[in-house]
């Protein structure tokens, strides 16, 4: 099973930007959709954007479109999420996440999880 290291959290002030990577050790995020979601102490956790390695193809969740971008970087194995304009209600922990790409769009199908990190939206 792929193992997922996330990286890049920390402090910004609103209207900042921040960029967010998932890394992958084990195996190659092929056949798999790539998922970013978050949580923080008043909400379950939420899905942010979803990228599906073969085909590239992109999902967002409404309130961050126009905001943050999902990529993939196939020469080393890492999904991006860069993150703009953000606002206090985007703090969190950030977490990426994978499932089979021929499972249901739901959050209990993805079945592997990185350890988080966190971001903070404060002026």
């Known amino acids: 099973q792929v193992q997922l290291v996330e990286s890049g959290g920390g402090q910004v002030q609103p209207g900042g930007s921040l960029s967010l990577s998932c890394a992958a050790s084990?195996?190659?995020?092929?056949?798999?959709?790539v998922g970013w979601f978050r949580q923080n102490s008043r909400k379950e956790r939420e899905f942010v954007a979803q990228?599906?390695?073969?085909?590239?193809?992109?999902y967002y969740a409404e309130d961050v479109k126009g905001r943050f971008t999902i990529s993939r970087d196939i020469a080393r194995n890492m999904v991006d999420l860069q993150m703009n304009n953000l606002k206090p209600e985007d703090t969190g922990v950030y977490y990426c996440?994978?499932?089979?790409?021929?499972?249901?769009?739901?959050?209990?199908?993805?079945?592997?999880w990185g350890q988080g990190t966190q971001v903070t939206v404060s002026s």
């Open positions: 996440a994978t499932r089979r790409s021929f499972t249901p769009n739901t959050i209990q199908s993805y079945n592997n």
């Open positions: 084990g195996r190659s995020f092929n056949s798999l959709v």
């Open positions: 990228l599906t390695w073969s085909t590239g193809s992109i």
